[in-house]
């Protein structure tokens, strides 16, 4: 396996207008975060080329949209984004919405963020 970069540290944190993230865990290729999602918010219609993702709903029911494809996941279900995958994950209830994502990959960044729509206008 080649060598893994990352710029997370255990316990960083971001806050989004639709929510927060926070890292958990960090290890040779994986980064484990848990992400809050309000009710009525989404992420940005995005894709990354350097990591694939697993997210595991905790709390409340996720809409996944991937590649297309529409599913809605209740705590204890999963799904993977592949890596290159044009993805976005919403909270369409009026409850909280929170998951354990795991990033895998050789290149694990905030920066790894291709934006296709935003509902806050931060298409890059």
């Not at 927060?20 to 290729?29: A, G, M, N, T």
């Not at 350097?50 to 905790?58: A, D, K, L, S």
């Not at 795991?102 to 920066?111: F, H, I, K």
Request: some cysteine.
């Amino acid at each position: 396996m080649s060598e893994s970069y990352t710029t997370y540290k255990v316990g960083d944190r971001g806050e989004r207008p639709w929510g927060e993230w926070q890292v958990l865990d960090l290890q040779s290729h994986v980064v484990v975060k848990k992400i809050y999602v309000r009710p009525g918010g989404r992420i940005s219609l995005q894709r990354h080329q350097h990591r694939t993702e697993r997210w595991i709903v905790t709390e409340g029911v996720a809409t996944v949209l991937c590649e297309g494809a529409v599913t809605h996941l209740r705590v204890g279900e999963s799904t993977l984004i592949p890596c290159r995958s044009l993805h976005r994950l919403s909270n369409e209830s009026d409850q909280p919405l929170a998951l354990i994502e795991v990033q895998m990959g050789d290149y694990l960044s905030e920066e790894d963020i291709e934006r296709f729509n935003d509902d806050y206008g931060r298409i890059q």
